[in-house]
């Protein structure tokens, strides 16, 4: 018998933005909320894939200004964070990792 699927792991990431939403009284626009749900999704993305979110969030918007006239947006695959090229000062260590 197949257990069902859950989200489990979903929520437990939610509960932290569900819990700091009173106090973001800040967020009162369409706009303000598109943008705290595109950071929300950008750090936990990063969380998600072993990254520093402090160090990724800061090679990111610093990579992003550079690109600001591009009329070709494949330079954001680079910017994810999954590449192999992505700065190794992004990633977490793996004390667990041989060297």
Request: glycine share 6%.
């Amino acid at each position: 018998m197949k257990s069902p699927l859950d989200n489990n792991a979903t929520e437990c990431t939610l509960r932290g933005f569900c819990i700091g939403k009173h106090n973001w009284r800040l967020i009162d626009t369409v706009r303000g909320a598109k943008s705290s749900a595109i950071i929300y999704s950008i750090t936990e993305t990063a969380k998600a894939n072993g990254l520093k979110v402090y160090d990724y969030v800061e090679h990111f918007l610093t990579e992003i200004p550079k690109h600001e006239g591009d009329t070709d947006f494949s330079f954001l695959d680079d910017l994810l964070p999954w590449p192999p090229n992505l700065p190794e000062h992004c990633r977490k260590s793996n004390k667990y990792e041989v060297k």
